[in-house]
DNA sequence: TTGAAAGCGCTAACAT
DNA sequence: ATGTTAGCGCTTTCAA
């Protein structure tokens, strides 16, 4: 609890030479800045991150928004949670956690003009989302971990969807697939406007066209039920079916199950893959599911990075916004397992369904 | 941006009645206040949440200690980071997340002498944890989710692992089996002086006991693949094994799966209970996993409350230290679904296996 | 290379 | 019921 005026007077300087010993923000002769570092060892001196904060502007903290809905956050969530928080730590920041819905822009504002933050990473991101709007509106730095309709002049980092689903329909597609179903996120999310429903389903098209394969998309609910009622729908659409791309892990775990329950074998009857996937869910299915590995941890960190770079530039001319439109995708990688093989060529017994 | 100066200047009264209209700290005529909040209104102002800190040395902000470690956070303390979140924020506080290990005590050093964070919530707390140790010497409010050894002058708020294994025997008991397994945490884990890992060691033996009921012990992976070798290891120790208690819900899945390989059906032949389970997880499997519902978002959010109520408190006599012991358990839920029924009376036919 | 001093925006005595 | 004022502990001009 000692404090800058108390290490001065034992280092004998004044105060300010002991705030440029600690900022670096001007030279220091060697000898002074011994003297200096000896007296905050000798008194645990820690400066006070307040006053600190607001003398200089600038809080060191970061806010992450996210909102938290009563049914908790996914793997990939969470993932992009830790992956920022971490970054964050290893820039000397912290991150603070703001339960900020798409819809509760009076406490946005009010959280964005505290000057608590330095600047913002926004999750769980519609494709039109207030707190953009509000958040451009206030000129506070910030960075969205996902991406809006229009990214014109804004700053996201994102897991690459579009290339996911090629990757992913390239893989059953080379595998001699004709005809594979996309069992989405659910109809609602896809009314809703959320973005990653919405560019796999354009995705999923375009992918099939170029593969010259066919396929059907079903949105279903993210549970394993979901996943059940998803593949009978699209086998019934599709009986010719042989490959199946799965966006939520919940659902790919019910494909399994009703799979297997119908007597279908996998990966020989039908191969699953999953999408935004985390490897410890991908090993508790059985087989152990091939699945596009979501680069949760990465695209938190790389978001956090980016909005700390444009913390830094910022100090430069005043009026100059948020600074340019910038965007980095994030690819899932494929990890093949075990639930997915070469098509099967010939039709499987009727008595086996 | 506007100041507390500029609303009192707008609004003809003294900066001091400004501050005390906010705070409510003391009577203020209706007329002023109005005066007051109508200025504010118009010049749009907020408090500078920094500046406010400093001068009450209080900044309204509670820090979540938490190992990052490499492999990310399970559903349940997902959950406890959650539940606390939203109880802060219920209480005018903010959550900081603070990657801090057992051994990063230099770093928890800084952190609470910087006087940044009214008060700490310290996750995945071992046997013995050196955060534990310097947050008491540091005199800094804490509260602990999960315990340590010793909770003697300590604040807890754990999941209540002894009452929860005590349910899971008395369901399975009450079913008829007469011999259950118990897959643990891994032998590290026990070996570690992980607190769940070795309190449930503990009341598995006595329950054991109080039910007048066999058993064996198998510590594992938090794996499928951990959980499929656990399952083989009891089945050879216990071949007269009808039910099976564990603790890791992708342990479960892996025994759910090993099981139906080993041509046994669950939970004809075999029961199986998961512990601290959410129920996201245990709709996965098939049959849907009879768990122990993990009380994740209320065990974070008690805590929370309980640190809030400590700082509230603090405030009256210096000297006093952290409190008084104070603990609290909050049990599992059982929710049965699928994976558990009445043991079988008839050994199964030799084949089966 | 160093020091003096003016704030940063607010709270909380101490007055009246 | 309201005003005056001395800090909170630091950063950062401005001087030397």
């Known amino acids: 609890m000692a404090t800058m005026t108390e290490v001065a ?9 002991v705030s440029y010993a600690l900022t670096g923000t001007r030279p220091i002769s060697a000898a002074t800045r011994d003297r200096v570092l000896q007296a905050m060892t000798d008194l645990g001196y820690q400066p006070n991150a307040l006053a600190r904060g607001l003398a200089s502007r600038r809080s060191s903290i970061l806010g992450l928004l996210l909102p938290l809905t009563g049914r908790g956050l996914g793997a990939t ?16 920041y912290h991150l603070m956690l703001c339960p900020v819905g798409a819809d509760d822009t009076d406490e946005l504002h009010a959280l964005a003009t505290q000057r608590l ?10 494709l039109t989302d207030g707190r953009v709007d509000l958040l451009r509106k206030l000129d506070v730095p910030f960075v969205l971990i996902g991406r809006t309709a229009d ?24 595998l001699g697939h004709r005809t594979i179903a996309y069992v989405n996120h659910s109809r609602d999310s896809l009314a809703g406007g959320y973005g990653p429903a919405k560019r796999t389903e354009t995705a999923f098209t375009a992918a099939l066209e170029r593969h010259g394969i066919t396929g059907v998309m079903v949105p279903t609910e993210d549970t394993a039920g979901g996943g059940r009622a998803a593949i009978r729908e699209a086998r019934e659409r599709c009986p010719e079916l042989t490959g199946v791309l799965v966006m939520n892990e919940n659902a790919a775990l019910g494909i399994l199950a009703d799979l297997r329950e119908s007597g279908l074998e996998v990966p020989f009857d039908v191969s699953v893959v999953s999408m935004v996937t985390s490897p410890v869910v991908a090993d508790l299915a059985s087989p152990p599911l091939t699945a596009m590995t979501s680069p ?58």
Do not use: N
């Open 296 to 353: 949760g941890t990465a695209v938190g960190a790389a978001a956090t990075r980016v909005l700390l770079r444009r913390l830094a530039g910022d100090s430069g001319e005043a009026g100059e916004g948020q600074g340019a439109t910038y965007e980095e995708l994030v690819p899932c990688e494929l990890e093949v397992r075990g639930t997915s093989g070469p098509a099967r060529t010939r039709k499987p017994a009727r008595g086996r369904r």
């Open 151 to 174: 990214t014109e002049g804004l700053a996201c980092v994102d897991i690459d969807f579009e290339r996911t689903v090629e990757d992913a329909v390239a893989h059953l597609a080379g």
């Open 117 to 126: 933050l330095d600047g913002f990473l926004v999750m769980e991101v519609g």
């Open 9 to 17: 007077r034992r280092a004998g300087v004044s105060i300010s030479t």
């Open 77 to 92: 969530e969470t993932a992009f949670v830790t992956g920022a928080t971490a970054a964050a730590r290893e820039a000397g």
